[in-house]
């Protein structure tokens, strides 16, 4: 996207970068901010920690490394399950049957929801017990139930992913067993997958993911995420674990409005990863100050439009623009606007055509989503004189 730095509406940030205008005199540099050190250490090969709400990196370690996700691919085939609810291709209440060659492959292979073959379950059943206890077996009944078989799953995982902008993973199973690193990713890839399954199934999230455990044909099982019921405000996602692959984990948590989400991945043990997720995301809500910018349905800024009934657009951000600075800092911020313009009508209300990048010393940039705040149309003859005659004289 081509930067276009635009009349911001008053409001907190652009006193801040009304500041930066002003002589070199008058800004007082502010001293370097030491962040605590990260609980990570050296202890995770892979390392990742996001505020979902704005997109900034609060910490990173080889989020581009791929490496094999392990019971972390069955957040994929949740997602494309979620998907498939919403398009009214899958129902939660169908019933689905473990095939023979099904039950020859996955059954009691693993974590299991110890499904019998001929067995009949619900689609509700098979996502609870995916998500929470990480069935191998209803990963699989639920490919072949819903796509036929489980390889036109994968397909439909693979072509997900990449709809998703997941350019750096590749499932060839609906749950993440061994296959010699066919299926692997990266931890950028998955925060993109949960910050899409959050934001996209909200109700879906709240409702599948992040119980304590399942109770299913009798028998009981525990979820092994290591921050539920921890860690205030955590609530998922997904652990994974095989000997190639070292234990990893998709989590994330939600405080006041804020929610994180995490990746580790290479970990040598549970117990160490039990800990790093926990002081990981201890760590990023305790290590920065969360500055709110802009309040919720607040009018970013504008944006020139082409061809339309309007010749600017007003933007705004799906909620609260805030910016996650080291604690105690009063570092200055600068934000750009950015976008390919002028935007082309019609423009509908709604329609993500911008991004907000708020920027200080020190910290990884924030990057909004800005959307059109009302529909323009296509400009008709009258419209197209006088934005005529107005761009003459502006």
Request: charge should be positive; aromatic fraction near 6%.
């Amino acid at each position: 996207m081509s930067p276009r730095f635009l009349r911001l509406l008053p409001g907190p940030l652009a006193v801040l970068i009304s500041a930066l205008a002003c002589p070199a005199h008058a800004l007082v540099p502010d001293p370097v901010q030491v962040l605590p050190a990260v609980p990570t250490a050296a202890e995770a090969p892979v390392a990742l920690l996001v505020d979902l709400g704005s997109g900034q990196v609060l910490h990173a370690r080889n989020p581009d490394r791929r490496f094999m996700p392990a019971s972390v691919t069955k957040v994929m085939t949740l997602y494309l399950a979620f998907e498939l609810i919403a398009a009214g291709k899958l129902d939660p209440a169908q019933v689905f049957v473990m095939s023979p060659a099904v039950a020859r492959d996955w059954r009691r292979k693993g974590s299991t929801m110890f499904l019998d073959a001929g067995e009949q379950v619900r689609v509700d059943d098979l996502l609870l017990g995916i998500a929470n206890v990480s069935a191998n077996d209803g990963a699989a009944v639920l490919a072949e139930g819903q796509a036929g078989s489980i390889a036109s799953w994968t397909t439909a995982m693979n072509r997900t992913a990449l709809g998703l902008g997941m350019t750096g993973s590749h499932f060839a199973s609906p749950n993440g067993w061994p296959d010699e690193g066919r299926t692997f990713t990266t931890a950028s890839d998955l925060v993109a997958l949960a910050g899409a399954m959050i934001k996209r199934h909200p109700d879906k999230f709240g409702y599948y993911i992040g119980r304590s455990g399942l109770d299913y044909k009798g028998i009981a099982q525990v979820n092994h995420d290591p921050m539920i019921g921890r860690v205030p405000g955590a609530d998922g996602i997904k652990t994974g674990f095989t000997n190639e692959a070292g234990f990893s984990y998709l989590g994330t948590a939600r405080r006041e409005g804020q929610r994180l989400v995490m990746v580790l991945a290479g970990v040598d043990n549970g117990r160490l990863r039990a800990r790093l997720a926990k002081a990981y995301v201890e760590w990023g809500f305790s290590a920065f100050d969360r500055r709110q910018l802009f309040a919720n349905g607040a009018t970013v800024g504008e944006a020139r439009v082409q061809d339309g009934d309007a010749r600017s657009l007003s933007l705004k951000a799906a909620g609260p623009v805030a910016i996650n600075l080291p604690r105690g800092t009063s570092a200055a911020l600068t934000a750009t606007i950015r976008y390919e313009g002028p935007l082309r009508a019609p423009i509908a209300a709604g329609q993500e055509v911008a991004v907000l990048e708020i920027s200080a010393r020190g910290v990884a940039p924030a990057r909004i989503p800005l959307y059109a705040a009302v529909t323009v149309g296509t400009a008709g003859p009258l419209d197209r004189i006088v934005n005529g005659l107005t761009g003459l004289f502006s």
